[in-house]
């Protein structure tokens, strides 16, 4: 990774795939992050926690260390190891408490959820930590003591030269301080930030978790899918995808295909997706179903993303000059694609009739742009 400034409000680039997988996009390599739940707002810790007494997955369930299971196999995979932990627990007796009080007593964050994130940062050493709960009710992060914990992780702790933070640790850091902004689940700012930013979004369009009652409809399509992660890596943010695993762990089918299907998406498509920034244009200025990137190493390097196929094969695109040097490639098909200079500037494509087996993909068709004039 690279080096990092030990700043609670230091940038940093993610994309996501699979529970809570995360692809990170930095200068030089892409970094693959996969991100657990190890706490929700319930309490209950899937690591032996000696905070949680008789609350953990260790002393009840499956009795396993599953934080300590899924750390090994993550590192052992090349993988980067992500824990998302809340702060905030629903039913505590001890928050309830601070709260009654107007959060000017500490007890549940001394006592319990605070040492859980000490212990979790010592036993497992994450690469990033997505914290989440503190924004909601619960007052500043002066409550939760965060300031403290973040200068502690980012100054001394055995993870200090590596890891990442996100934003939600009280109201007064929400969307504002942070390695990454998360500001509110399915966060899209719908413009360029001055700092990098996440969306946070389910497959279940209804729940984070895993709903036995949910139907067909409730499931993002791929075509829904592609269109957030798309418009979000334009617009210079991070897409992380949730899905809900079943109460034994495993993933639906549903899930299963969407990650699969997004999966051999990227292995077309993934060249304008990862180590890519964002263009001097997000969205075309004609066609409102294209949206843009540029290669981070080569300013002549655009990636064009059409969103919905065009029913006579011709692409207008506003946005892009092309030069007498320009060629068009759609990403996936071996010949360089038609084009001609728009009558009112822009540049027009003229797509063959590529018969279906040979299609690259099936949604959302990415062009390479190179040696334009802009």
């Not at 590596?162 to 899209?188: A, E, F, P």
């Not at 995808?241 to 999966?263: A, F, K, M, S």
């Not at 179903?289 to 196929?309: I, M, R």
Request: charged share 20%; net charge neutral; with cysteine.
């Amino acid at each position: 990774m690279q080096t990092l400034h030990r700043s609670f409000e230091q940038s940093f680039l993610t994309l996501i795939l699979g529970p809570r997988f995360l692809k990170a996009l930095e200068p030089g390599d892409v970094h693959m992050y996969v991100v657990l739940t190890t706490k929700h707002h319930e309490g209950y810790t899937l690591w032996p926690s000696k905070y949680s007494w008789n609350w953990n997955s260790v002393s009840v369930g499956p009795k396993r260390d599953l934080v300590g299971e899924f750390s090994t196999a993550i590192k052992k995979s090349g993988l980067h190891l992500g824990l998302y932990h809340s702060l905030y627990e629903w039913f505590n007796p001890l928050y309830m408490k601070d709260k009654a009080n107007n959060f000017t007593t500490k007890e549940f964050v001394k006592a319990k959820t605070m040492p859980e994130l000490y212990e979790l940062v010592n036993a497992y050493h994450p690469d990033y930590i997505w914290s989440d709960g503190a924004p909601w009710d619960s007052g500043r992060s002066s409550y939760w003591n965060a300031p403290e914990f973040v200068a502690w992780l980012f100054n001394d702790s055995p993870v200090r030269d590596t890891v990442l933070v996100n934003d939600r640790w009280g109201m007064d850091t929400s969307c504002k301080h942070g390695s990454v902004l998360t500001c509110s689940d399915r966060y899209t700012p719908g413009k360029l930030k001055n700092r990098k930013w996440e969306s946070a979004f389910t497959i279940d369009k209804k729940s984070w978790g895993f709903r036995r009652n949910a139907v067909l409809s409730d499931f993002m399509s791929m075509e829904e899918i592609l269109h957030q992660v798309i418009t979000t890596v334009s617009y210079g943010g991070n897409a992380l995808i949730d899905v809900g695993p079943t109460p034994y762990g495993t993933i639906q089918p549903i899930y299963e295909e969407r990650l699969n299907q997004l999966g051999s998406w990227l292995h077309v498509n993934g060249e304008g997706i990862y180590r890519t920034v964002p263009w001097k244009y997000q969205n075309d200025t004609v066609n409102p179903h294209v949206w843009y990137t540029v290669s981070k190493y080569s300013s002549v390097l655009v990636y064009a993303f059409l969103l919905e196929w065009p029913e006579n094969n011709v692409v207008k695109l506003g946005a892009p000059k092309p030069s007498n040097e320009t060629v068009v490639y759609l990403m996936g098909y071996p010949d360089p694609i038609p084009w001609k200079a728009g009558p009112n500037g822009g540049i027009q494509l003229t797509i063959p009739h590529i018969p279906l087996p040979k299609m690259p993909c099936m949604w959302a068709w990415g062009f390479r742009l190179i040696d334009l004039s802009n």
